[in-house]
């Protein structure tokens, strides 16, 4: 079964498990499968972004110490993801226009969303994110694909592999459902 989703975060691409097959030994769809889209459904609060080197070490300094963030999957086959880092860019006037060039590129390090559509693969195990825009352009039309894995109020979603530095690292995000 998939379920529509897009998804942002550059390098990082969701790819998680949900136990087991959307189908049944008949063919039917489970009612565990549904359960277990349904699940993602609604509002996702950032915990934690770490990046794992091939050592095992984690890496959680890209976003800042305790970065902030926002998921959502929405039942119509819409996502969008937000995450801002620790300490967040502040401005030194409090227009926009005011801001210098270096506080404006600050702040846009510091920063990151997209929005599109997702799908849920359960035969794969990995939600999907097609990006219809970004704050970063070049990532528009980009599909990302992320392992889950679901535990109670918690999602993991772990991206691919990516090089950075010459090194094979991959991003592992833990988000916790905003009750």
Same mark, same amino acid.
């Given at each position: 079964?998939?379920?529509?989703?897009?998804?942002?975060?550059?390098?990082?691409?969701?790819?998680?498990?949900?136990?087991?097959?959307?189908?049944?030994?008949?063919?039917?769809? /489970?009612?565990?499968?549904?359960?277990?889209?349904?699940?993602?459904?609604?509002?996702?609060?950032?915990? /934690?972004?770490?990046?794992?080197?091939?050592?095992?070490?984690?890496?959680?300094?890209?976003?800042?110490?305790?970065?902030?963030?926002?998921?959502?999957?929405?039942?119509?086959?819409?996502?969008?993801?937000?995450?801002?880092?620790?300490?967040?860019?502040?401005? #030194?006037?409090?227009?926009?226009?005011?801001?210098?060039?270096?506080?404006?590129?600050?702040?846009?390090?510091?920063?990151?969303?997209?929005?599109?559509?997702?799908?849920?693969?359960?035969?794969?195990?990995?939600?999907?994110?097609?990006?219809?825009? #970004?704050?970063?352009?070049?990532?528009?039309?980009?599909?990302?694909?992320?392992?889950?894995?679901?535990?109670?109020?918690?999602?993991?979603?772990?991206?691919?592999?990516?090089?950075?530095?010459?090194?094979?690292?991959?991003?592992?995000?833990?988000?916790?459902?905003?009750?």
């Amino acid at each position: 079964m998939r379920v529509k989703v897009r998804d942002r975060l550059g390098a990082v691409v969701l790819v998680g498990v949900i136990g087991g097959s959307a189908l049944g030994q008949s063919g039917v769809r /489970s009612d565990q499968a549904g359960r277990d889209e349904a699940a993602l459904l609604g509002a996702w609060r950032l915990v /934690s972004i770490a990046t794992i080197r091939p050592n095992g070490e984690e890496v959680t300094d890209w976003m800042g110490r305790k970065p902030s963030g926002l998921l959502m999957y929405q039942s119509n086959g819409y996502m969008s993801v937000q995450i801002r880092h620790d300490p967040p860019a502040r401005w #030194s006037h409090p227009l926009e226009d005011d801001a210098s060039v270096e506080e404006r590129a600050t702040a846009y390090r510091r920063y990151y969303a997209y929005f599109g559509r997702y799908e849920v693969d359960l035969e794969q195990g990995v939600v999907r994110h097609r990006v219809e825009s #970004s704050l970063q352009p070049q990532e528009a039309g980009v599909v990302y694909e992320r392992r889950f894995k679901l535990t109670g109020d918690q999602l993991l979603l772990t991206a691919t592999p990516f090089t950075f530095k010459g090194e094979q690292r991959f991003n592992k995000l833990v988000w916790e459902r905003v009750q």
